[in-house]
């Protein structure tokens, strides 16, 4: 069932009550699709994808061409083997899409935003979307807030769909009207990005999920869902620091309960979420986030039930896209194949 905004003030609940409204009337009540999920978890890890079959029976819970990966998780192999390298084993691996994170290649050599929209097209990869900062205090910084047009102009030329920052909403502070103010600046990049044909969205951390300091009773990213114009601005679910947002702070200020399952954010609005990062974690309580990032297929974050449950959803499973990451891996391509082999094993339970 849609979530009850734990807030009182009464505008802020009313937009956030009528968008939850829209968003179960867009898919399905989240909580028969919550139901309809399975809570296990698929074990281990399949082979390489195309050399052996997966892992279990049923429909894949991974919608055909919608895995992709996020390129910070690739970083050093970015820099020293360059873009096309690592596409060819992106591609080997039965990876479908790449997300950038920077358009250079560092000892690899200079290229052009053509030449890197070419080399990714002809290793058969889709560049779905790219992550650029929100805000500087240099003014001539490549940043939403500072230089607009030519973040717009090289995510055209890149032919991307989406366009977005990991930047929280910040700039203004943590209070309720500081992130209002974010928001209207959200809905002018995603206007703008909305008459070349691309959705600006936003990409969470855990802080997030905190609460405002002027206002302890109200979550800021229930602030950024209701100030935000759903037709403009979107979001990029990472899972893994919506999972460690729930740990952190699931109780306000005060010490009362406040808690709130990321899964039922995305049913209550899933038109809202074309994007996710899939990186994963085991439990660990002792840790400040409750989790250690740890490759994906091996932690604690049930994969099976989340895209199935997001799968359930009125088209989800061809408006949603799926990017493995991890912020540090020990090592990157090895991450790749494992991320890959694990998604792909995943089978839907009741199929």
Same mark, same amino acid.
């Given at each position: ?10 505008? &802020?609940?009313?937009? #956030?009550?009528?968008?939850?409204? $829209? *968003?179960?009337?867009?898919g399905? @009540? +989240? ?11 698929a ?5 390489l994808?195309?050399?052996a ?40 691996f ?5 997300e ?20 990714t ?7 779905i ?7 500087s205090d ?5 940043t939403?807030?500072?230089? &607009?047009?030519?973040? #717009?102009?090289?995510?055209?030329? $890149? *032919?991307?769909?989406?366009?977005? @920052? +990991? ?12 992130w ?8 002018h ?12 969205y ?7 999920f ?5 206002r ?25 620091w ?14 009362t ?32 986030d409750g ?14 039930r ?18 493995a ?6 090592e ?12 792909h094993?995943?089978r839907?339970?009741?199929?």
């Amino acid at each position: 069932m849609p979530r009850t905004p734990r807030t009182t003030d009464p505008e &802020l609940a009313r937009k #956030l009550s009528r968008r939850n409204m $829209l *968003g179960v009337a867009a898919g399905a @009540t +989240a909580a028969a699709l919550l139901g309809g999920a399975t809570t296990a978890s698929a074990a281990g890890t399949a082979p390489l994808p195309g050399t052996a079959p997966a892992a279990g029976r049923g429909r894949p819970v991974l919608p055909p061409g919608r895995l992709g990966i996020q390129l910070y998780s690739l970083r050093d192999k970015v820099s020293t083997l360059g873009f096309a390298r690592v596409f060819e084993e992106l591609r080997r691996f039965g990876y479908d899409e790449v997300e950038y994170a920077g358009y250079s290649q560092g000892s690899a050599g200079p290229l052009t935003l053509a030449q890197l929209r070419r080399l990714t097209r002809d290793h058969g990869l889709r560049a779905i979307g790219s992550h650029v900062g929100y805000y500087s205090d240099d003014p001539g910084a490549y940043t939403f807030a500072q230089n &607009l047009t030519k973040v #717009l102009d090289d995510a055209q030329a $890149l *032919g991307l769909k989406h366009i977005g @920052t +990991a930047s929280g909403p910040w700039r203004y502070g943590a209070t309720v009207d500081g992130w209002k103010r974010c928001a209207e600046e959200f809905n002018h990049y995603g206007a703008e990005a909305r008459k070349r044909g691309m959705k600006f969205y936003q990409h969470n951390h855990a802080e997030e999920f905190s609460f405002a300091t002027d206002r302890p009773d109200v979550r800021l990213y229930d602030v950024l869902l209701a100030e935000t114009d759903p037709d403009l601005v979107y979001l990029e679910m990472d899972v893994y620091w919506a999972y460690a947002g729930r740990f952190r702070f699931g109780r306000r200020p005060d010490g009362t309960p406040a808690p709130f399952d990321p899964l039922a954010y995305v049913l209550e609005q899933p038109d809202r979420y074309p994007l996710f990062h899939v990186k994963d974690g085991e439990r660990d309580d002792t840790a400040r986030d409750g989790y250690r990032m740890v490759d994906v297929g091996d932690g604690d974050i049930d994969y099976q039930r989340f895209i199935s449950a997001v799968g359930r959803t009125h088209g989800g499973r061809r408006d949603h896209h799926w990017q493995a990451e991890h912020d540090n891996p020990a090592e990157s391509l090895t991450f790749a194949l494992k991320a890959a082999s694990h998604l792909h094993s995943l089978r839907e339970k009741d199929c």
